[in-house]
């Protein structure tokens, strides 16, 4: 016959609560546990939070998906330099592109823009088309 008190069967449970029924904070009395040994337990770290995605507080808006589209632009038309090789490349048909998606933005978000949005995306696009037009037009003939 198995004993009811016999500590060896079952499990027991430990309170780790750091607050006792009335809300005081406990003494700890427990007896410390041992640590595990950190190179039996290793598992691998995960990168930083922060190199995964961006702050929180940085939220999207319309305006600033715009700026993004505009910088990308600039970048391949070789205005800006790359910040990931740190040199300056021009790609002419990337640079359309991006001029194209945004004038299709234009023409599908129409009425529907704020004022301040819209005189956005018509100055960045008027800017992107003149440089792109100067840049495949080569140097201006003044005297031809």
Same mark, same amino acid.
């Given at each position: 016959m198995v004993d009811d008190n016999d500590s060896s069967r079952g499990f027991r449970v430990t309170d780790r609560r750091r607050f006792s029924d009335d809300g005081e904070t406990r &003494?700890?009395?427990? !007896? #410390?546990?041992?640590?595990?040994?950190?190179a039996s337990t290793r598992q691998p770290q995960a990168p930083p939070a922060e190199t995964l995605a961006p702050p929180l507080d940085d939220v999207v808006s319309f305006s600033s998906f715009l700026l993004g589209l505009s910088t990308q632009a600039l970048l391949h038309?070789? &205005?800006?330099?790359? !910040? #990931?090789s740190g040199r300056v490349e021009r790609d002419l048909g990337a640079a359309k592109h991006v001029i194209?998606?945004?004038?299709?933005?234009?023409?599908?978000?129409?009425g529907n823009l704020e004022q301040?949005?819209?005189?956005?995306?018509?100055?960045?696009l008027y800017d992107l088309r003149m440089?792109?037009?100067?840049?495949?037009?080569?140097?201006?003939?003044e005297g031809a």
């Open positions: &003494e700890d009395d427990r !007896p #410390a546990e041992p640590e595990p040994d950190a038309l070789g &205005e800006i330099e790359d !910040p #990931a194209d998606i945004l004038g299709i933005l234009k023409d599908k978000t129409r301040a949005e819209q005189q956005l995306l018509d100055a960045v440089r792109y037009v100067e840049l495949v037009q080569g140097p201006s003939r």
